[in-house]
C-alpha cells in the first residue's frame, strides 16, 4: 500500500533514556516533515527535510535530532528523554513546490515515564 | 506572525449543517487546507483552496474563504455521525515548505 508509515506506534519510555522513531514514505515524495501535537491536540512542525537537506529547523531541543537517510526515510532520534516530551509525533511527506499536499503517518505516542 | 486559530469545540445535530472557522495572520499563505483526525488516527486531508480563490465545493464540503478578512471556513452539509473527529485548517506559507496549523476544532455529532 502506498502510504506514509511510522513505527513504533506506541512508545512508553522512562526519563533519560534515547529512543527513535522512524517513518517511511512510498509516495514519491521528496520532502518529509515531523511535528508534534501535544495533548491539547496542537500541532506544530519540528523539521522538514527537502532531498535528505534539512529546510526547516524550528525551535526545537537540539536532544532531537532528525536523520534522513533518503529521500524515502526521515527518523527522529531523542536523546535524554524529558516527561515534556510525551505527545504524538507525526510524519508526513509531500512532493516540494506549492499546493503540495502534505500526507500524515498514523502518529507515534511517546509516553515518557 | 504565523498564527492559525479555530473555536475548539463544536456541536450539531445528525443532519444538520457543521460550520468551523479559522482565521489566520499570515497574509503571504497561498493555499489553505483541510484536514481531519479521528480518534487515534493520522491528519487525513480533506480539500484545499488556493489563495486566489473565495469558494470551493466538493461533494458535501463547502470552503469559503475571506482573503481580506484572513478567514477560512468549512461547512459540512447533512453532517453525519461519522464526521466526529477533529478538524484542523492550514496555512501554506509562501516560500517555505511549511505548514502552519490551526489549534484544532473538535466536532461532536449528536445523534
Known amino acids: 500500500d502506498t502510504a506514509v508509515s511510522q513505527t513504533p506506534k506506541y512508545l512508553v519510555t522512562q526519563m533519560g533514556n534515547d529512543k527513535s522513531i522512524k517513518c517511511e514514505q512510498n509516495?514519491?515524495?521528496?520532502?518529509m516533515y515531523w511535528y508534534k501535537q501535544d495533548s491539547k491536540k496542537f500541532l506544530k512542525i519540528m523539521f522538514s527535510?527537502?532531498?535528505?537537506?534539512?529546510?526547516i529547523n524550528e525551535t526545537v531541543p537540539n536532544r532531537f535530532s532528525p536523520k534522513s537517510p533518503d529521500k524515502a526515510h526521515l527518523n527522529l532520534h531523542i536523546n535524554s528523554l524529558e516527561l515534556g516530551d510525551s505527545a504524538v509525533y507525526f510524519c508526513?511527506?509531500?512532493?516540494?513546490?506549492?499546493?503540495?499536499?502534505?500526507?500524515f503517518g498514523q502518529g507515534t505516542r511517546l509516553t515518557v515515564v | 506572525g504565523e498564527d492559525v486559530e479555530q473555536s475548539l469545540f463544536l456541536s450539531v445535530r445528525e443532519g444538520d449543517s457543521s460550520v468551523i472557522n479559522c482565521t489566520y495572520t499570515?497574509?503571504?499563505?497561498?493555499?489553505l487546507y483541510w484536514y481531519k483526525q479521528e480518534p487515534g488516527a493520522g491528519l487525513q486531508l480533506l480539500t484545499y483552496?488556493?489563495?486566489?480563490?473565495d469558494m470551493k465545493q466538493d461533494q458535501r464540503l463547502t470552503v469559503l474563504l475571506n482573503k481580506k478578512d484572513k478567514h477560512l471556513s468549512l461547512r459540512i452539509a447533512d453532517t453525519q455521525t461519522g464526521d466526529s473527529a477533529i478538524y484542523f485548517c492550514?496555512?501554506?506559507?509562501?516560500?517555505?515548505?511549511?505548514?502552519?496549523f490551526g489549534t484544532g476544532t473538535r466536532l461532536k455529532v449528536l445523534a
Open positions: 509516495l514519491g515524495h521528496d520532502t
Open positions: 499570515d497574509s503571504s499563505s497561498t493555499y
Open positions: 492550514a496555512e501554506s506559507i509562501s516560500g517555505t515548505y511549511k505548514y502552519i
Open positions: 527535510y527537502n532531498n535528505k537537506e534539512l529546510i
Open positions: 483552496i488556493f489563495s486566489n480563490m
Open positions: 508526513a511527506s509531500s512532493l516540494y513546490g506549492e499546493n503540495t499536499e502534505a500526507f
